[in-house]
């Protein structure tokens, strides 16, 4: 079993920072891209940060870009999204995401963990 819980949400002002943790744990052979999503209420899942295995690589949706950043701490299994300049917009429930195999010899698939709420005031 794969579990990935996110914590670190919670309300904040506008302008305001927040950082996200997510921890994957359970059986894990490997971890390869990891991503952050969001949901806000009526609108469609999107895509929000994506960061490569070595973590050398990242990509930003176009409303987030210049203020988050994501990063991963693999020897913990960890996943991190700094979020400065915060506005009401940003305002969803975000989700970790991660592709992950648990064996050598299993097609890794995505994992999802449970949401964590971000609530940005004005």
């Known amino acids: 079993q794969v579990q990935l819980v996110e914590s670190g949400g919670g309300l904040v002002q506008a302008g305001g920072s927040l950082r996200l943790s997510c921890a994957a744990s359970g059986s894990i052979f490997s971890i390869n891209g990891m991503a952050w999503y969001r949901q806000a209420p009526g609108k469609q899942r999107e895509l929000v940060a994506f960061?490569?295995?070595?973590?050398?690589?990242?990509d930003y949706g176009h409303s987030v870009k210049g203020r988050f950043t994501i990063s991963r701490d693999n020897a913990k299994n960890t996943l991190y999204l700094q979020m400065n300049s915060l506005k009401p917009a940003d305002t969803a429930v975000y989700y970790c995401?991660?592709?992950?195999?648990?064996?050598?010899?299993?097609?890794?698939?995505?994992?999802w963990g449970q949401g964590t709420q971000v609530t940005v005031s004005s």
């Open positions: 960061i490569t295995s070595s973590g050398g690589r990242a």
């Open positions: 995401n991660a592709f992950i195999q648990t064996s050598s010899w299993v097609q890794g698939r995505d994992y």
